[in-house]
């Protein structure tokens, strides 16, 4: 079964949470597929990650990217995954075929109670199919696991 983390952000939003783990995973040789509900949450991360200061460069793509099964960590609307990633990132519980990846993080803002509730759902029905879960949360000096 697919490992599934789920990361409840309190202390930043999802644009600048994103880029270390992104960077933990090119670390690790993983390649990334960023997820996202709509096409403006994708541009909004296109931008956020060439802005973004640590690490100083995430290189990646969209599907107006020339090439996109070069891309490392490829940033899309509807579940496509032209450089073969083994690790999702999926943002605002944009459907996916989890069992397709080794990985799935799964971001959601805390701070929204309509997100939580989302996400207390997506977690039971992701227990419920077997896979092996765990929950992050956002602290003041970073990610701690909790339960």
């Known amino acids: 079964m697919t490992e599934l983390g789920f990361y409840h952000l309190?202390?930043?939003?999802?644009?600048?949470?994103?880029?270390?783990?992104l960077g933990r995973t090119l670390q690790a040789g993983e390649r990334a597929l960023v997820l996202c509900p709509d096409e403006a949450e994708v541009a909004a991360l296109d931008a956020a990650l060439w802005r973004c200061a640590t690490p100083d460069w995430l290189p990646h793509g969209t599907a107006a990217t020339p090439h996109p099964e070069w891309q490392p960590i490829f940033i899309a609307a509807q579940e496509v995954n032209p450089a073969g990633a083994a690790f999702l990132f999926r943002i605002g519980g944009a459907p996916a075929a989890l069992e397709a990846y080794k990985r799935v993080f799964d971001l959601f803002d805390g701070n929204d109670a309509e997100a939580v509730a989302?996400?207390?759902?997506?977690?039971?029905?992701?227990?419920?199919?077997?896979?092996?879960?765990?929950?992050?949360?956002q602290t003041a000096t970073g990610w701690e696991r909790a339960g």
Not at 10 to 21: H, K, N, V, W, Y
Not at 118 to 137: D, I
């Open 118 to 137: 989302a996400a207390r759902a997506r977690w039971r029905e992701a227990k419920q199919a077997g896979h092996a879960m765990t929950y992050w949360k």
């Open 10 to 21: 309190t202390r930043s939003d999802i644009a600048a949470a994103l880029p270390p783990l």
